[in-house]
């Protein structure tokens, strides 16, 4: 089976820089996807981490540990606009790379 | 980039009817198509595999039955909530790989409110 656990909710304030973790649990393993989804919306893709270390994309990082079934999304200068929850999600497995097990998410706050 | 729709955004029904909510790629060709469902401050779940051609494959608990779902062409996959009842009342949204894509192309569409009275 698999297993992804978010912090629920995280505040942070306008400039500043947050952390987002992810642990997960699965039987096997073929990258790890970060989503950003605004209230009503759908989610929007951010990264997808394969190989362990830092991806760098603009304002927003992600990292892998594969050993330590670990993930993080970094978010630096933060904005308003980027008040939203934040979605990790694995590839099914067995069941075929485009299905997707996500974790209930973690809903952040970008306070002035 | 690629996009996906949903038709409608929203849809306010009485308990007892059928919803029809329509998940269209616009600008590439998909042979598979997922529907999820997400409740209120939960995640999304996957609920069905739409699978051009063939049936579609449902998740454990998901009813097929209830959850009727026609992948008509490769740029279309339609759900259909049967009976709907108060809790089906839930957010839906389709996603789409493009055919022939790794695993990390993946677009959603923008969803769907069902509120069943």
């Known amino acids: 089976g698999q297993n992804i656990d978010q912090p629920t909710e995280m505040t942070a304030t306008e400039g500043a820089i947050v952390q987002i973790n992810c642990t997960y649990q699965?039987?096997?393993?073929?990258?790890l996807f970060w989503y950003q989804q605004h209230a009503g919306e759908a989610p929007t893709f951010l990264s997808y981490n394969v190989l362990d270390g830092l991806e760098e994309k603009g304002r927003f990082s992600s990292f892998l540990s594969r050993s330590k079934g670990y993930s993080y999304l970094l978010l630096k200068e933060l904005q308003m606009k980027d008040s939203a929850s934040y979605l990790c999600a694995v590839p099914r497995i067995p069941g075929g790379g485009n299905k997707l097990t996500f974790g209930t998410g973690t809903q952040l706050k970008v306070e002035l | 980039g690629a996009v996906v729709s949903q038709h409608p955004s929203w849809v306010i029904c009485k308990s007892g009817t059928s919803v029809k909510i329509e998940c269209r790629s616009l600008?590439?060709?998909?042979?598979?198509m997922f529907w999820y469902r997400q409740f209120p401050k939960q995640s999304l779940m996957l609920m069905a595999t739409s699978n051009e051609g063939s049936k579609a494959t449902y998740e454990q608990g998901v009813e097929k039955d209830k959850f009727l779902i026609n992948h008509a062409s490769l740029t279309l996959s339609t759900l259909t909530v049967t009976s709907a009842h108060p809790e089906d009342s839930s957010f839906y949204i389709c996603?789409?790989?493009?055919?022939?894509?790794?695993?990390?192309?993946?677009?959603f569409g923008p969803g769907t409110r069902l509120t069943v009275l």
């Open positions: 699965t039987s096997g393993f073929n990258g």
């Open positions: 600008d590439f060709q998909a042979t598979t």
């Open positions: 996603s789409a790989p493009p055919s022939g894509t790794s695993t990390d192309t993946q677009y």
